[in-house]
């Protein structure tokens, strides 16, 4: 009996590449070019690197790029966030800098509170008050894991980031805190958290250009 092909021998079936996965999770910094590694849309190609991300309990940072002949591809990095993110927060050098972080990240919330408004179920608008996110700032801040917790913040979409969004306040969102290397905490900060703080303000910024100064 006969036995069906998925192509013609030679010829690569669309959409069917199959990826070199344990080499890619190695924890290296991987560069991988439309048409030459993949050939889906290359935002479809990141939404495959951040499922098997995913699946393995992981994260990965990608940035897109495309070169002098126009060909687009992605730069990409998977890593253990947990493993990454342990900062020793109880030495001297970084206690007085902790500090200052804690009190910026609590200032963000009540400016929030008092500055911006959401609308509530009722349909009717009223002020923000993000409760889960300053218990989760006061909590780990007494822990000594106020920099891990940050970063775990910044590493997922939160409801918050959308309200925010919304009223078009990016100086209250915690990914400009971690981003500000003018302020002397940023140092704390591991690079996988601030490369994540920058794509997701990277990509506000492309939802909301600034207007011509």
């Known amino acids: 009996m006969g036995r069906r092909l998925d192509a013609f021998p030679g010829e690569r079936p669309p959409g069917r590449r199959k990826y070199p996965w344990d080499e890619w999770t190695d924890r290296s910094a991987w560069e991988i070019r439309r048409g030459e590694d993949y050939d889906v849309a290359t935002e479809n190609m990141r939404v495959n690197l951040h499922m098997k991300a995913d699946s393995l309990r992981c994260k990965v940072r990608t940035r897109k790029f495309e070169d002098d002949d126009q060909v687009e591809g992605l730069i990409f990095q998977f890593f253990d966030f947990e493993r990454e993110a342990v900062v020793t927060e109880h030495s001297d050098s970084t206690r007085a800098d902790t500090e200052l972080l804690y009190r910026d990240a609590l200032e963000i919330y009540e400016r929030a509170r008092r500055e911006v408004t959401i ?95």
């Open 119 to 213: 609308p509530w179920r009722d349909g009717r608008r009223g002020k923000y008050a993000a409760v889960r996110y300053k218990q989760q700032i006061e909590r780990a801040h007494a822990a000594g894991q106020l920099v891990s917790a940050i970063g775990r913040l910044v590493s997922r979409p939160t409801e918050g980031f959308g309200h925010l969004e919304e009223a078009e306040r990016p100086d209250l969102m915690v990914e400009t805190l971690v981003i500000d290397a003018a302020r002397p905490y940023h140092q704390l900060f591991p690079t996988a958290t601030v490369q994540m703080a920058r794509e997701r303000m990277a990509q506000y910024w492309a939802r909301h250009p600034k207007p011509p100064s």
